[in-house]
Every structure is written in structure tokens, then in C-alpha cells.
């Protein structure tokens, strides 16, 4: 599968914490029937056997639902079960060395902070950008705030496609309008909330007007 900007209008990035004893599956079924346009499956303390068991579950309902599914950082994972991508960050594999890896046809995002990372990363077989932290979030630790200004300098630098990710809501992604990113990424404005579903059709509402 190839990565086309309109699936990365609504990019869902998934997250255990919220499961309130639900299954992993079950809520990002949810989010899919809300318009979850990519999901990505992001593990951060599930052993290898049981990731691997359910990133091919995931994989399976992605399928169905004809939208990508890519693995957070776990490129031997991403190959051994044949995901359409992965997603890495600046501390993670090259570019580079992931392309080499998994072949010319799969997905690869690179998480970038500067226009510097962005241009490396489009240069080394990038095929999008998730660009942020673009408001204070509480789902990453070490997220760095990412300014609208060097979000829409990074946008202007490169011409594979740019969502922006961290802390967005459907109350404030309207202030990314005019940025020139084509979508969002999102972990806790859709699993944290009580109607996954409605969370995710109100926020991909937002989106479209956002960059209409």
C-alpha cells in the first residue's frame, strides 16, 4: 500500500493506557467506524510474542477497513508480519537503513522537529512527515513544542506530506489552518474519550474544515 495524503487526514495513534479493561482491537474498531483514515500501532512495553500476535490482528481489521496500518518503531516487526509500514523517530533507525530493510513498497513516516530533520528525512525515502509537538501534550514525555511558524517552514521545505501531532483537539485544530499540513495525529483526543466512534467523527469534522 502506498501512502496517498488523503489517509492521513485522520491519523490515530494507538494507546494502552486508555483501555479501561476494553480490548485493543475492539476501540480502534471503534475509532475506524468513526473515519480513523491510519492507524498506528505504538507499543511501548508489550513482550515481542504478544505485540507481534496483536499488531496481526490490527493489521487484519486495518484490511478491511482499507486503511493503512503502519508499527511504531519496531521495523522487525513491521517486516515479520508484514505491516504496510512503519513509523520512526529522530532517535530511532535511519530512514535509510528502514527503506533498505523493508523494500521499496511499504510506508515509512519520520517524526521531525526542524526544517534540518525534515529535508534529511524526505532525502532518505521519507513518504510523510508527523511534525510536533504542536501543543502541549500529555502522551509523550519527551515531546518538544514544536512553534506553527517552523511547523509551516517545514511544510514549505518538502513535498511529501506533513500532519502535525501533539495535543490536538477538535477545539484547537482549527489554529493549524493555513499551515499546509494535510491531516492530524491523535492518541488521546480519540482513546481517552468515552464515545471513541463520536470522538473520532468530530475531530475528522474539524480536520476538513481546518483545510478547507
Known amino acids: ?12 495513534v494507538t494507546d494502552r493506557y486508555w483501555l479501561n479493561g476494553r480490548s485493543l482491537c475492539s476501540v480502534v474498531k ?20 504478544h505485540f507481534l500476535e496483536e499488531a496481526k490482528e490490527l493489521q487484519q481489521l486495518c484490511r478491511s477497513y482499507h486503511v493503512p ?12 508480519m508484514d505491516a504496510d509500514g ?12 528502514v527503506r533498505a530493510k523493508l523494500g521499496p513498497d511499504k510506508i515509512i513516516g519520520v517524526s521531525a522537529q526542524t526544517v534540518e530533520q525534515a ?15 504542536v501543543f502541549p501534550t500529555g502522551s509523550k514525555d519527551d515531546a518538544q513544542e514544536v512553534s506553527y511558524d517552523t511547523l509551516k517552514a517545514i511544510c514549505d521545505a518538502v513535498s511529501i506530506p506533513v500532519i502535525a501531532i501533539g495535543g490536538i483537539t477538535k477545539e484547537n ?40
Open 119 to 133: 529535508i534529511l528525512a524526505e532525502r532518505h525515502g521519507a513518504d510523510y512527515l508527523g511534525v510536533g509537538a
Open 173 to 212: 485544530v482549527g489554529k493549524l489552518s493555513g499551515s499546509g499540513i494535510c491531516g492530524i495525529a491523535v492518541i488521546s483526543a480519540i482513546y481517552a474519550q468515552k464515545d471513541i466512534q463520536k470522538a473520532a467523527a468530530d475531530l475528522k469534522t474539524a480536520t476538513n474544515a481546518m483545510l478547507a
Open 1 to 12: 500500500m502506498k501512502c496517498d495524503k488523503n489517509n492521513l487526514l485522520l491519523y490515530a
Open 69 to 80: 496500518f503502519v508499527i511504531n518503531d519496531n521495523v522487525d516487526i513491521a517486516l515479520a
Open 30 to 49: 471503534e475509532s475506524l467506524d468513526g473515519g480513523v483514515t491510519f492507524v498506528q500501532l505504538r507499543e511501548k512495553k508489550l513482550d515481542e510474542a
Open 86 to 97: 512503519v513509523h520512526v523517530g529522530q532517535s530511532d533507525m535511519e530512514a535509510l537503513d
